[in-house]
């Protein structure tokens, strides 16, 4: 019975931290590195005016958010969830780079 009340708790010398809190402090660092680096990236996108580009990650940013919440919220393997998100955008992606430079190609020929 003991183990089981001390299974979550990880000791650092004589503290002894719950592991959810050391995987919200991780989490919560990783996020911080996301943003900064997101948000130089959006600068340079939005500096270079690309919009299809900046609507991109943002969409990626929703899908795969949805994804994940889906595969929490349905207690389901989140990796057939994301597999299906990622192939999705993949397809996202490719369209938007191929739709406007098709549509360029038949405005030449007219």
């Not at 809190?21 to 500096?47: E, F, H, N, P, R």
């Not at 999705?88 to 405005?107: C, E, T």
């Amino acid at each position: 019975m003991e183990n089981m009340l001390l299974s979550g708790i990880i000791t650092i010398g004589n503290i002894g931290i719950n592991s959810v809190y050391v995987y919200l402090g991780i989490m919560l660092l990783c996020s911080a590195a996301v943003y900064y680096m997101v948000k130089k990236l959006y600068k340079w996108a939005i500096k270079k005016q690309m919009l299809r580009f900046l609507s991109y990650i943002g969409a990626s940013t929703v899908i795969i958010s949805l994804t994940i919440i889906l595969a929490v919220l349905q207690e389901r393997d989140a990796w057939q969830f994301l597999k299906a998100g990622i192939q999705s955008l993949a397809f996202l992606g490719i369209s938007l780079a191929i739709f406007p430079l098709l549509h360029q190609f038949l405005l030449k020929r007219k």
